[in-house]
């Protein structure tokens, strides 16, 4: 009998607090629960805010992926884009074509027949736009990584604190593709391997690309609501749509694309949801050069291509984060075992036939049973007010050591963190870099 037949399934939702922060059956973490509004009701009205790239360019965009998931639960009844052909692509795709479609956000927050707002747009934007939302008494869905600096993530996890909202992060490796990851973690905990001392995370390589040459933006594109909070530039096209995440002013490329899920894993078996590394250095390739920090080139592509980052992690384990094969290796005292999204292979596993975990495994980790799919949890909580799985404070956990790699190949040396106070050692350069001052008229207002 596999794994997969000893672990029970019921209709609980998930505890985090410590494992995956507070449980949807503990309350909040902190903060008065508001009173529901529409959100309590069978269907919620939700907003997109962002659609994704144009189609025919790669695929269909995150944006129309999670509203497809939320149309089984909610009406969508506004589309918010700044590419005009996306927005009107998005609306015959999810609402056809019945949907309200605007450029401005803003225009979404006051409205009344909004409950709840899914972010899908580039990840420059993933901050303010949630601490509007929140503010503006919408829940939140939103796509990985929440931020592009370790600061934004303190100021959401504040307001989802100050304010009660439901946040939920788009970080489904916690809850789908068959609990894989969640049972790869129920080994761990449960010693299967020993005493955990290393990790290798691998991730796919940086795209390369560049140099590309400036262009007047097209008509259907408002260029300076794209930018928003980013440095004003002259507009390039492979700055925009998917390819936004190879540049730093936007993302961080592969070390937070998808190292927002793998990193979130390892440290989730680890049990550093509730903190993260003490040490991080590492070397990588880039198609430009840095000095001090930033690139010296605006018109190639500048995030990390190839990488190799080692974290030190409180309990004596290193987590190795490198470009090469997707997934993550755990390897312990006793034993060594893989995961991706597409297999759970190694010895351990094996042994499950003759030795399987209790059948609570799973239970354990997420105060109850492993909800049936990530959006599913969200508009669950949004009935029960309570946290959802991948709450704001424990993502803020994991996508601090993504910044972390990142600033430490861009900076060149290794740095010392404080996770508690959320700070580098005796280093104000590195410093410097925890947060990033926004465009006037963009703001994060609190």
């Known amino acids: 009998m596999g794994l997969d037949q000893l672990l029970t399934r ?67 009844t506004t589309i918010c884009e700044v590419d005009a052909v996306a927005g009107e692509y998005a609306n015959r795709i999810l609402c056809q074509g019945k949907g309200k479609v605007v450029t401005d956000y803003r225009q979404v927050l006051d409205r009344s027949d909004v409950d709840a707002v899914l972010i899908a747009t580039p990840d420059h934007w993933h901050a303010k736009m949630s601490i509007d939302a929140m503010l503006a008494g919408k829940d939140v869905y939103c796509e990985k990584p929440a931020t592009l600096t370790i600061s934004e993530g303190r100021q959401m996890a504040d307001i989802v604190a100050r304010t009660g909202r439901v946040l939920q992060v788009g970080t489904q490796q916690r809850t789908e593709y068959d609990h894989r990851f969640a049972r790869a973690v129920a080994l761990v905990r449960a010693g299967r391997i020993g005493r955990l001392t290393r990790i290798h995370v691998g991730i796919e390589q940086g795209l390369t690309g560049g140099p590309f040459a400036s262009a007047q933006p ?17 507009y390039i096209p492979q700055r ?26 390892a440290q989730w078996a680890a049990d550093q949801l509730a903190g993260g590394p003490t040490r991080v250095q590492g070397n990588a390739e880039f198609q430009v050069p840095y000095r001090e920090g930033y690139p010296l080139r605006d018109d190639t592509y500048n995030t990390p291509t190839t990488f190799t980052v080692e974290c ?70 949004l009935r029960t007010r309570t946290q959802p799985v991948s709450d704001m404070e424990s993502h803020q956990r994991t996508i601090t050591t993504c910044h972390l790699a990142n600033l430490a190949l861009r900076l060149g040396r290794p740095l010392a963190w404080d996770a508690r106070e959320e700070t580098f050692v005796n280093d104000p350069q590195a410093n410097s870099f925890l947060a990033r001052t926004a465009r006037s008229g963009f703001e994060i207002k609190t």
């Not at 097209?218 to 002259?234: F, K, R, S, Y």
Request: charged fraction near 20%; charge should be negative; aromatic fraction near 8%.
């Open 240 to 265: 925009t749509h998917w390819t936004f995440r190879w540049w730093y002013e936007y993302a961080g490329g592969k070390l937070t694309d998808w190292g927002a899920h793998h990193v979130d894993i």
């Open 10 to 76: 019921r209709d609980v939702l998930g505890n985090a607090a410590g494992m995956l922060a507070a449980a949807c059956a503990h309350g909040l973490v902190a903060g008065e629960s508001p009173a529901p509004s529409r959100s309590a009701l069978a269907r919620p009205r939700i907003a997109l805010l962002g659609a994704g790239w144009l189609p025919g360019i790669k695929r269909q965009g995150r944006g129309i992926a999670i509203g497809k998931q939320a149309l089984a639960h909610a009406e969508l």
């Open 218 to 234: 097209p008509a259907q594109l408002d260029w300076n609501l794209w930018l928003g909070p980013a440095p004003e530039t002259p």
């Open 312 to 381: 030190e992690i409180p309990g004596e384990v290193t987590m190795l984060i490198h470009s090469g094969d997707n997934g993550i290796l755990f390897e312990g005292t006793e034993g060594r075992f893989f995961v991706n999204r597409g297999k759970l292979t190694g010895t351990p596993v094996e042994q499950l036939r003759d030795n399987p975990l209790p059948r609570d495994a799973l239970e354990q980790l997420y105060g109850g049973a492993p909800p049936a799919s990530h959006m599913e949890n969200f508009f669950q909580c």
